[in-house]
């Protein structure tokens, strides 16, 4: 049973347009949302978060917008770079218990920002 | 500062056999998980450890353990090693929890099993 669900791959985008990557998740446990960025040959790095309690943060190029009702995030990255090419994880976090939390990953997308 | 350090980075076994994968966290963090990372799977939680205990298990057969040293290094083992754990096994240290925690994660360490 895959909780966090990102069900495109891949996906290719032209330089200095917008990427949009989308995760959708099953558990309304969930309260803490993540997006982590994959090079080839290096772990994951964090990149942006977001708590159930708002619709949207911005870092940057990058803004995370949560909408609970729908059980769906999506990462948007404007403008979008060749730098930018990598896997991006989505996560999410819930309470197991006694201060403890779990935190599922999505199977990744790997974004590729055409020069 | 150093950021987290897995060792071996590269190990081929054979079915059967025995392997221990080596996590030094970043100075200071006391939070140390595991990840399996596959083509098919993604990121697959293993376990986690908070000061030398295990905090929380994913589902993963008991061939797979891990531990926390008082310095905060971990180690994970899978015993009884099957084709199925070629895989890429992450490890991430942070502060405080998984919950709301901005993990930091080593380059990995792939395994291939023959």
């Known amino acids: 049973d895959q909780q966090v669900k990102q069900n495109s791959p891949s996906l290719s985008v032209q330089e200095g347009r917008i990427s949009i990557l989308n995760c959708d998740y099953t558990n309304s446990m969930f309260d803490y949302f993540l997006w982590y960025k994959k090079y080839p040959a290096e772990g994951p790095t964090f990149l942006i978060s977001?708590?159930?309690?708002?619709d949207k943060n911005e870092d940057g190029r990058f803004t995370v917008f949560l909408n609970k009702s729908a059980k769906h995030l999506s990462l948007h990255i404007v403008p979008s770079q060749p730098g930018d090419s990598a896997v991006y994880f989505c996560?999410?976090?819930?309470?197991?218990?006694?201060?403890?939390?779990?935190?599922?990953f999505g199977k990744g997308t790997k974004l590729s920002v055409i020069p | 500062k150093a950021g987290v350090t897995q060792t071996p980075r590269y190990l081929i076994k054979t079915r059967g056999q025995q392997v221990t994968l080596s996590c030094s966290p970043i100075?200071?963090?006391?939070?140390v998980s595991w990840y399996q990372q596959t083509p098919g799977q993604g990121l697959q939680f293993l376990f986690e450890?908070?000061?030398?205990?295990?905090?929380n298990k994913g589902n993963f057969p008991g061939r797979f353990s891990g531990r926390q040293f008082s310095n905060s290094r971990s180690e994970m083992n899978v015993s009884t090693l099957e084709l199925g754990d070629s895989a890429l096994y992450l490890c991430a240290s942070y502060l405080g929890s998984l919950g709301t925690g901005e993990l930091f994660f080593g380059e990995g360490s792939r395994l291939t099993v023959l």
């Open positions: 977001i708590s159930s309690i708002k």
């Open positions: 450890y908070f000061s030398e205990t295990q905090r």
């Open positions: 996560a999410a976090s819930a309470s197991s218990g006694a201060g403890s939390y779990q935190l599922t």
């Open positions: 100075s200071g963090h006391r939070s």
